[in-house]
């Protein structure tokens, strides 16, 4: 595909339509029109990636800076590739490597970066809210890449791209499987998910539901085997051994004993049911590897649609025509 027809495309996707937003930092805060807007779009860049192109200049002389202080395999690489695909300028920069080790402040940092004319900043942090922080602090559209036990606004939306290939705009009945309490995918997923009227289920030990979970309109199951039947769809969460979560069960074997998607535990949703999971994948502890390597496992469909999402993200954000407020004024 040509970058003349791969932009002839993406602008019949996006019609006169852009984004409500500046920012991408919660999915709370996006509309119905700005899901489906990011979903075509991405429509189209799954469709350029899967011709055998691997670059277009769309956003060239734009800069992209990845600004990781959390370990990443599948975000940062997806949205490393969406950048160079696009054929900005990317920076990679780690936590480790930055002049937070000196003391310097997340913020100090961010308007370091910002002062250098990054367009869009991509932020992963451990602490919930850091997104939020930066966004009146810089000039660059900032992305939230996970922050802390929060959100992961980008993860919902391939999740719902992949939904949406095998399913439709179906409304589903989606079930959540384990460590609620810890995990941004599943804080970004329900903010998302009931805005698309989906009956959404949890199970899992009380120790790993969040408070007050209900006002969210989540269904609430201790026991697996009773919120898998009638279900679409059914996401494994992991166990977030990094920010202490194995302190909220017993043992990790009795937990996955009782929580691991085994293949007589799947066969009690709908036939077909989808499987997913955000990753890393602990073999054995959240999906039994027979679940994991099965046809209705949508795992790597997801990995693969995390490249097309996030390349939307960055040109519906680096090509919106309202510009954010400077703050050095």
């Not at 002839?8 to 930092?25: C, F, G, M, P």
Request: aromatic fraction near 6%; glycine fraction near 6%; proline fraction near 3%.
């Amino acid at each position: 595909m040509t970058t003349a027809n791969l932009l002839a495309e993406l602008k019949k996707a996006r019609k006169t339509q852009n984004l409500s937003v500046l920012d991408l930092i919660s999915t709370e805060n996006i509309t119905l029109d700005d899901v489906e807007l990011i979903l075509r779009v991405a429509k189209v860049f799954k469709k350029f990636v899967e011709s055998g192109t691997k670059k277009c200049d769309l956003l060239r002389g734009k800069t992209i800076v990845n600004f990781f202080n959390e370990n990443s395999t599948r975000t940062r690489s997806s949205f490393e590739l969406a950048g160079k695909h696009l054929g900005a300028d990317v920076i990679n920069l780690a936590g480790a490597a930055s002049s937070g080790k000196k003391g310097e402040t997340l913020g100090d940092s961010a308007r370091t970066l910002d002062a250098l004319n990054a367009d869009i900043l991509i932020v992963r942090d451990a602490n919930s809210g850091a997104s939020f922080q930066l966004t009146p602090l810089v000039r660059a559209a900032v992305v939230n890449a996970g922050d802390g036990w929060h959100e992961h606004p980008t993860q919902a939306l391939l999740e719902l791209l992949t939904l949406r290939e095998k399913f439709g705009d179906k409304k589903l009945t989606y079930l959540f499987v384990g460590d609620a309490l810890h995990s941004r995918v599943f804080g970004s997923q329900v903010r998302l998910f009931r805005k698309l009227g989906f009956e959404i289920r949890l199970a899992a030990p009380a120790t790993l539901i969040p408070k007050n979970v209900e006002n969210w309109g989540v269904k609430v199951f201790f026991r697996i085997e009773d919120a898998l039947p009638g279900c679409d769809a059914i996401h494994a969460i992991r166990l977030q051994t990094e920010r202490a979560a194995g302190k909220f069960v017993a043992t990790g074997r009795e937990y996955s004993k009782n929580y691991c998607l085994n293949p007589a535990r799947v066969a009690l949703a709908k036939k077909d049911a989808a499987i997913l999971h955000a990753g890393p994948v602990i073999r054995e502890f959240d999906l039994r590897t027979e679940v994991l390597e099965s046809p209705n496992c949508l795992v790597q469909k997801m990995v693969e649609n995390g490249l097309p999402i996030r390349m939307s993200v960055e040109w519906l954000l680096a090509t919106n025509p309202k510009k954010k407020i400077n703050p050095w004024k």
